[in-house]
């Protein structure tokens, strides 16, 4: 018997659109064929990186074929046509990447997917506070995430598409195709596509991955031909453009406001080799609430004051236009107002 072997979502997807009804068993997934056998068919199916894996897909083929009065190869034959689409990140060198590159990207996927389906799930929102239950449901049944070595190392998701894991009533189609072309479309243009969480784990992975990559993506013709784009890279403009469209999605969301601030410097380091700017947290003391750490660049002059009086313990008192992204608060165009430590 020649076939390749069918991931677990993939046989997973199959079974449930062919009536078979699904069973947790801890991490094996049991499955009973739909017949009015008085002693129905029952298989297993345990996770993808158990070792005997291949062993028991083999059987869950030979039962499916004798549930439904075909051969293991037929059944096979059509497992590898079936409605499966992926999403991946192929490195371009011909070394391996680092373990540690790896050890990154995987979960960095993993969020991918999340927020895609976040998206997908209800309305979507240009920040992913709570991502909704439903999507994470979909990312741990639906998704497979694994290696491959076609060409040049790289790491796969594999989604379905077939309306058996469809979870938004009316759509146009089911939720793996609309999360793909979420993920496509953002790489080209992320406005209307990417939420703020969406361009901020494209940028991380652009920023530590050092090897050469580029994202692709795989449509199954179960659904018609598809003509737009299957691969992506995140060049230095598209960079730029995923900046420019975080700054926006933080501007809108952040309740700007002009204030003055002053604290103890918590960290404070230059940007670069040429002294120009340097990035500080001061941590501000508001009356009658806690300390917040506040994050600013300051030019070359005041950060040399600025480095002093965090070596003497001195508190700086700096004004500027404080926003508040995501779990952090930022002061824009930061001016000294004083250094001392004494009251404002």
Same mark, same amino acid.
């Given at each position: 018997m020649n076939y390749s072997v069918p991931s677990r979502s993939r046989l997973n997807q199959y079974l449930l659109n062919r009536g078979w009804t699904r069973e947790e068993r801890s991490d094996v997934w049991v499955y009973?064929? /739909?017949?009015?056998?008085?002693?129905?068919?029952?298989?297993?199916? /345990? /996770?993808?990186?158990?070792?005997?894996?291949?062993?028991?897909?083999?059987?869950?083929?030979?039962?499916?074929?004798?549930?439904?009065?075909?051969?293991a190869d037929e059944v096979a034959a059509e497992l590898s046509e079936w409605a499966s689409e992926s999403f991946g990140l192929r490195f371009l060198n011909e070394r391996n990447p680092s373990l540690d590159e790896v050890a990154f990207a995987i979960p960095k996927l993993r969020q991918l997917m999340l927020y895609s389906a976040a998206a997908e799930i209800g309305q979507f929102d240009s920040i992913v506070r709570n991502v909704p239950l439903e999507a994470t449901k979909f990312v741990k049944d639906f998704c497979e995430f694994g290696h491959t070595r076609k060409e040049s190392f790289g790491i796969r998701v594999e989604i379905p598409v077939d309306p058996q894991t469809q979870l938004v009533e009316g759509g146009a189609s089911p939720i793996g195709r609309r999360l793909l072309l979420r993920l496509m479309g953002g790489l080209h243009k992320p406005e209307g596509y990417f939420s703020l969480n969406l361009a901020r784990v494209f940028m991380e992975l652009t920023e530590n991955l050092h090897a050469a990559h580029e994202y692709n993506a795989s449509f199954s013709s179960f659904y018609g031909t598809y003509e737009g /784009?299957?691969?992506?890279?995140?060049?230095?403009?598209?960079?730029?453009?995923?900046?420019?469209?975080?700054?926006?999605?933080?501007?809108?969301?952040?309740?700007?406001?002009?204030?003055?601030?002053?604290?103890?410097?918590?960290?404070?380091?230059?940007?670069?080799?040429?002294?120009?700017?340097?990035?500080?947290?001061?941590?501000?003391?508001?009356r009658g609430t806690h300390t917040l750490s506040v994050k600013m660049v300051l030019d070359r002059e005041t950060a040399l004051k600025a480095f002093d009086y965090a070596r003497d313990g001195l508190d700086l008192a700096v004004a500027g236009t404080l926003i508040r992204p995501v779990r952090q608060h930022i002061l824009e165009n930061p001016i000294v107002v004083e250094f001392g430590d004494h009251d404002l």
């Open positions: 009973t064929e /739909p017949g009015d056998h008085t002693q129905p068919f029952r298989l297993r199916v /345990p /996770p993808s990186e158990s070792l005997d894996f291949e062993r028991l897909v083999f059987l869950a083929l030979q039962t499916i074929g004798a549930a439904e009065g075909r051969s /784009p299957t691969r992506g890279k995140v060049t230095a403009d598209i960079y730029q453009s995923l900046a420019i469209h975080c700054d926006k999605i933080v501007r809108d969301h952040a309740g700007a406001r002009e204030q003055v601030i002053k604290g103890r410097v918590k960290s404070i380091a230059w940007q670069d080799d040429f002294r120009t700017a340097a990035d500080a947290t001061i941590l501000w003391k508001r």
